[in-house]
């Protein structure tokens, strides 16, 4: 065995030692008191968080190693480009997405992955809580509020992905959009200001819908453009000619889906287009991060991640035709386009 192939088991093994050590740094502030510009000691970082400098001084060099701060001579630390996107107040801030993936809850949730592939039966969520994750995070507001902020930091570069994925697509037949469960508006106004003909709704529950301070649409100047309506998808969806859904129906089973898809369906109007916008699972000898999401989905719920093909079966299923699958350069995320059959 070659001395590389033993290093990354090994490295695979330790994997979780830098994501709990990222975590701490996070979610104890070290990064909301450092700049890139000038270094500080650790002691001074630790009287600023109320914490012990010594063992401060150790999570920071440990830090350093990862790449995410700088160490100097004098054990002064300055943030790295890389460790910027930690601070709160960075606007790609990936702080509440390391929150909520390496917190209490979801660190809990992978002790059940044995159990769950062995007896066939996922949803740690409910393993380990009683209950599903949305319930969960109506009961746990905390929670609730890491997971909406984690989502709302990650939306704005997936909005990106999902804008060159559709750069080529013709939308000249689209009058009005609606994105479904689509949070605070980050994708859809991303939409609206590459299409100025468009109009817009954004379907989501009562509790996202009226978190008036956190709508993008009023900040960003496309208020009268895009309405937010309050509803339940599994219930109805608003009279619309195009449908987003971005990473929604990786949250639920088959027939889940198909649900949410039939009800697009019947209220879809004039050219009736959807597009299904996830990671999307390639073949068997493609490493792909959605073969990794795919098995978070199986602890957080009762969701997968899908390949085109699987996509393509729920769409016939709820009356729609795979029309086309859209992908930006390095396809990391991909968009599934359905059209509604006669």
């Known amino acids: 065995m070659s001395a590389d192939v033993a290093g990354m ?22 990064f909301d008191q450092l700049s890139a510009s000038e270094a500080r000691p650790a002691e001074a970082t630790a009287a600023a968080i109320g914490t012990d400098p010594t063992m401060t001084y150790r999570l920071m060099r440990a830090l350093g190693s990862l ?30 997405m390391a929150l909520l993936e390496e917190g209490s809850e979801h660190y809990a949730l992978w002790k059940h992955l044995p159990a ?23 009961a746990n507001p905390a929670y609730g509020d890491v997971f909406n902020q984690a989502m709302t930091s990650y939306s704005a570069g997936e909005s990106r992905l999902v804008m060159e994925a559709l750069a080529t697509c013709d939308l000249s037949d689209v009058r009005a959009w609606c994105d479904v469960a689509g949070g605070y508006g980050h994708l859809l106004c991303s939409l609206l200001a590459a299409h100025p003909e468009l109009t817009g709704i954004v ?24 309405r937010y309506v309050a509803g339940d998808m599994f219930d109805r969806v608003p009279d619309a000619d195009a449908y987003s859904l971005k990473h929604i129906l990786h949250d639920w089973n088959d027939q889940e889906c198909v649900a949410i898809l039939a009800n697009i369906r ?23 991060f959605a073969k990794l999401f795919d098995i978070h989905m199986l602890c ?23 029309a086309n699958s859209w992908y930006p350069p390095g396809r990391l995320m991909g968009v599934i386009e359905g059209v509604s059959t006669p």
Request: hydrophobic fraction near 40%.
């Open 203 to 226: 379907l989501d529950l009562p509790d996202v819908v009226d978190d008036r301070d956190h709508l993008i649409a009023p900040q960003v100047g496309l208020g009268e453009r895009c």
């Open 67 to 96: 790449g995410l701060l700088a160490e100097d001579e004098v054990r002064g630390f300055r943030l790295t480009e890389a460790g910027a996107l930690l601070r709160a107040d960075h606007p790609q801030s990936l702080r509440s």
């Open 9 to 30: 088991v090994i490295d695979l093994i330790f994997g979780r030692w830098r994501s709990q050590i990222l975590f701490t740094g996070a979610h104890l502030g070290v």
């Open 116 to 138: 769950m592939i062995r007896d066939g039966k996922q949803n740690a969520f409910v393993r380990e809580f009683g209950m599903m994750a949305f319930e969960y995070a109506k």
């Open 266 to 288: 019947a209220a879809a109007t004039g050219p009736r287009r959807v597009f299904i916008v996830e990671y999307i699972v390639p073949g068997p000898q493609e490493p792909h």
């Open 300 to 322: 957080w719920g009762t969701g997968r991640e899908r390949t085109e093909a699987e996509y393509a079966q729920l769409l016939e299923a709820a009356g729609f035709r795979h």
